[in-house]
């Protein structure tokens, strides 16, 4: 080396002709430099076994092989952003994030999902004061490696349409105002309403803490109105925990020997827990069979029905599938929104607690069957808290109805945008969130709050798995945390809540609902529970409509204030959309 080093050529020419391959275009998410890909194919194996969208392959042989979706279109997969963090040469990166900063600059914090209810742990990059982006943490009792690509490109949505200082109505218009100004008009509001014409909704996004101290205020207003469901959602504390929890746990899955889905569609309301269920197909040894809208999942279903008389059939043993839950070992019932989110709600989850009861009887003694898929992150931990309407008091469904008839003088919406904002007639409606989206355009007063990327907070997945999400970055401008509004505006109105810090509020939450104490802890919901919830579910009963069930979530990529705040999420949408045209297209032909 000595010698080479000293008497040898200092460079020379490479004379052979040099590898090189054309970037393709897979997609606004995924960028090539295909010249480093060394043909290991763990992008194609991840597709076409964990993602279960067979459309990235390798074509041709020796050094012409190259990797490609062959017509250079887009993936269509709601989770095919994880074959970046599998490339092990950077042959493919994240589009989104590429130039815009180096690693090692990057403060990392660990935080938790809510774009939907799985609760998948993440990591949260931040340069200042701006999320840079979001990659995954593992969990193998959660989400494992993967998250979907909602989770880890709607970062832009944290940045536009946010609400960064408090506004009133004047004279039809919202002008900006200051926190004494906004606080002082609510409170004279809150102060001059009777309890019975003020209603409170808790929007899908919320921590544990600020629904706590939101019911925790209305509470010592005498407000019974308060609710954290959707519209017509027929899901209660009072049934018992399990009524209301997916009781099996995502980890349980893996033994589940034949699974009933009805009204859900996991591939887009939980795509991570969908790979659960894909990776639990492959393995051979498990039926699945669809109630609901017809829609492409990524394993193979028995299609039943669209609507309650299906879960009939099966509930009366009519129906073959009724034979296959009997006899299985592991069964699992899996009811979604789209089954339970509507007038006779309570109806179909009688039927489907009568059908999980008739799966218990050839199944392991204690194994959990019943579950119910939440799609909002906020939505376990308010039923744990007991965010429902108390005496003579109404419910989302309700609350909406009476304002549009003017029997509501106040309504206070908390990070609520899934409603029909245009239903609300003349009340006088308060906004406490992130971003310019619906409640905010009806707003009379709008109270900037935090996202969950700006706020220390609990949040509790579908299957009662309590996680905390720390606080990467402070709100933008004169924005504050959810909580620490309601504590200033319960000031205001006299009845100052007992707390005032986080550890102090967290310390009586944890009084009201143990069960949120017990971080990162999920189990199988006991038979005996299970059963006495699946018999005060079928207790309510009624009259089930025969209408088909609904799809929960209209579109993936849209789902929330934050998404639609992303520029690259309605990328994504407007991709989706010419997709399904082109396919509605080719079957007509």
Not at 191 to 218: H, S
Not at 236 to 243: C, F, I, K, V, W
Request: glycine share 10%; with cysteine.
């Amino acid at each position: 080396q000595d010698q080479a080093m000293a008497y040898g050529i200092g460079g020379s020419r490479y004379s052979e002709n040099k590898r090189a391959v054309e970037d393709k275009y897979i997609g606004p998410l995924i960028k090539t430099i295909m010249t480093r890909c060394i043909h290991c194919t763990r992008c194609v194996r991840y597709m076409t076994e964990i993602a279960g969208v067979e459309e990235l392959g390798l074509i041709s042989r020796g050094e012409d092989a190259e990797i490609t979706t062959y017509l250079e279109k887009g993936i269509m997969s709601e989770m095919s952003a994880n074959v970046v963090d599998l490339c092990p040469v950077g042959a493919l990166t994240h589009r989104p994030w590429a130039h815009n900063a180096r690693p090692w600059e990057l403060k990392k914090t660990e935080s938790i999902d809510v774009m939907d209810a799985v609760g998948s742990n993440i990591r949260v990059d931040t340069r200042g004061a701006e999320v840079m982006r979001i990659l995954p943490r593992n969990n193998d009792a959660v989400n494992e490696e993967w998250i979907s690509d909602k989770t880890r490109h709607v970062v832009d949505g944290l940045k536009t349409q946010r609400l960064d200082q408090p506004y009133i109505r004047q004279d039809g218009r919202l002008v900006p105002a200051s926190w004494d100004e906004a606080l002082g008009i609510v409170a004279e509001k809150l102060k001059a309403a009777a309890p019975n014409r003020i209603g409170a909704i808790a929007g899908g996004l919320a921590g544990a803490e600020e629904m706590f101290a939101l019911g925790e205020l209305m509470a010592s207003l005498g407000v019974a109105s308060i609710d954290c469901r959707a519209p017509h959602e027929a899901l209660r504390p009072a049934a018992g925990r399990a009524s209301y929890l997916f009781n099996t746990t995502i980890e349980g899955i893996d033994a589940a020997d034949a699974i009933l889905i009805i009204g859900a569609n996991p591939r887009t309301e939980a795509p991570v827990l969908n790979s659960r269920i894909r990776r639990r197909w492959r393995q051979g040894g498990l039926e699945v069979a669809l109630v609901g809208v017809d829609q492409p999942l990524t394993y193979g279903v028995t299609y039943i029905g669209a609507g309650a008389q299906s879960l009939a059939d099966i509930a009366s043993g009519a129906h073959p599938f009724a034979k296959v839950l009997a006899d299985a070992k592991r069964p699992m019932v899996i009811v979604g929104a789209g089954a339970y989110r509507r007038p006779d709600g309570a109806a179909i989850m009688a039927l489907a607690a009568q059908i999980a009861e008739m799966a218990r009887a050839g199944s392991d003694a204690d194994a959990a069957i019943f579950n119910v898929l939440h799609t909002d992150a906020a939505r376990v931990a308010g039923l744990d808290l007991g965010l429902v309407p108390g005496d003579n008091g109404l419910d989302t469904a309700a609350m909406i109805a009476a304002a549009g008839a003017g029997k509501l003088d106040l309504l206070y919406l908390m990070g609520v945008d899934d409603i029909d904002t245009g239903a609300l007639g003349d009340t006088f409606v308060v906004y406490q969130g992130t971003h310019g989206d619906r409640g905010a355009h009806r707003a009379d007063v709008i109270l900037p709050g935090a996202a969950y990327t700006e706020k220390s907070a609990t949040y509790v997945n579908t299957e009662g798995r309590s996680q905390f999400a720390l606080r990467a970055v402070f709100p933008p401008g004169d924005a504050k945390e959810d909580w620490t509004i309601l504590r200033a505006l319960s000031q205001r109105v006299g009845k100052t809540l007992a707390y005032d810090t986080l550890a102090q509020l967290r310390a009586r939450m944890y009084k009201a609902a143990p069960q949120l104490a017990r971080l990162d802890h999920a189990e199988a919901t006991p038979g005996a529970a299970e059963a006495e919830a699946l018999a005060a579910l079928r207790s309510r009963g009624g009259e089930a409509d025969q209408r088909p069930f609904a799809v929960a979530i209209e579109d993936f990529y849209l789902s929330n204030a934050i998404a639609r705040a992303s520029a690259v999420m309605a990328e994504l949408s407007a991709l989706r959309v010419a997709a399904e045209r082109g396919r509605s297209q080719s079957a007509a032909e």
